[in-house]
C-alpha cells in the first residue's frame, strides 16, 4: 500500500507495532518514538512520493519575500503570474560577474533562497526579486517537512507500509547494535520508496529540473 489513502497513527501502530515494540499498545511510547524516527530519516533521503505539494503561495509573501509555513521544507519551483521563474541559491548575489545584492521587488527574473531564518520555527524564506501586488498569483511545487506525529489521527507521509515496515526494523536493530542489519533495513526500505516512484512515473514524460546556475550548465566553481 502505497499513498492511495491516508495512513494515520493509530493505523500504523495496529499493522506495524510489531516491528518496533512487543507492546500492542504501545504504553511506554517507544513504537511512536521508532516510527517518528523512522520518517525523519525518509524524509532527509529523498523526494518520494506524497512528499511534494502544489499550493497557492501568494499569501505567504509580505514585501516581496515569502516566508513557507512550518509545514513545508523548501520550494522545489515557483511561477509567478504563471511565468516559470528560476529560484537561485544564496550565493547568487556573492557571486564574482554576478548582479550583487538586490533589493526585494526592485527588479530581476529569480527567487533568492535566503534559507531558514533565525527564528525558533527556523522557517524558509525566499527573495523574490520582481514587484509583487495583491493581485500577484504565485504558484510553487513544494517539498513537505517533517513534523513529529504524536496523535492518533495524526497522518503519515509517505504511507508506503513496505518501506515504513522496513525502516521501522532499521531502527530497532540499530539501537540494539545491529549496524549490518540495520543497514540492509535501510537499503530495502529506499529501495521499495524507489521503485513505486518509478512505477508511479510509468508514462510520464518529466521535464529537466531548473539548475539555479542556468539550463544545461554546469555548477560554477565558486557554489559550494
Given at each position: 500500500m502505497a499513498n492511495e489513502r491516508n495512513l494515520t497513527l493509530a493505523e500504523a501502530r495496529t499493522l506495524l507495532y510489531k516491528h518496533a515494540t512487543?507492546?500492542?499498545s504501545d504504553s511506554d511510547g517507544t513504537f511512536k518514538a521508532r516510527l517518528n524516527e523512522a520518517i525523519e530519516r525518509i524524509y532527509t533521503e529523498g523526494i518520494w512520493d506524497?512528499?511534494?505539494v502544489r499550493a497557492d503561495l501568494s499569501s505567504y509573501v509580505a514585501?516581496?519575500?515569502l516566508t513557507l509555513p512550518y509545514a513545508y521544507e523548501a520550494i522545489?519551483?515557483?511561477a509567478?503570474?504563471?511565468n516559470p521563474t528560476p529560484i537561485m541559491g544564496k550565493q547568487y548575489e556573492f557571486m564574482r560577474g554576478g548582479p550583487g545584492?538586490?533589493?526585494?521587488?526592485?527588479?530581476?527574473?529569480f527567487v533568492i533562497d535566503l534559507g531558514f531564518d533565525s527564528t525558533g520555527d527556523a522557517l524558509r524564506r525566499y527573495k523574490i526579486l520582481q514587484d509583487v501586488d495583491s493581485g500577484t498569483e504565485i504558484e510553487g511545487l513544494i517539498k513537505r517537512r517533517y513534523v513529529y506525529i504524536s496523535s492518533d489521527s495524526d497522518v503519515i507521509v509517505p504511507s508506503n507500509i513496505g518501506a515504513l515496515k522496513h525502516a521501522l526494523l532499521?531502527?530497532?536493530?540499530?539501537?540494539?547494535g545491529d549496524i549490518q542489519r540495520s543497514t540492509a533495513f535501510w537499503d530495502e526500505c529506499y529501495n521499495i520508496l524507489q521503485s513505486a516512484k518509478q512505477v508511479n512515473r510509468a508514462g510520464i514524460i518529466n521535464p529537466n529540473p531548473q539548475q539555479q546556475w542556468g539550463f544545461?550548465?554546469?555548477?560554477?566553481?565558486?557554489?559550494l
Open positions: 512487543d507492546d500492542a506524497g512528499l511534494t514585501n516581496e519575500v522545489l519551483s515557483i509567478i503570474d504563471d545584492i538586490e533589493d526585494a521587488g526592485e527588479g530581476g527574473a532499521a531502527i530497532t536493530y540499530e539501537d540494539e544545461m550548465s554546469n555548477k560554477p566553481h565558486s557554489i
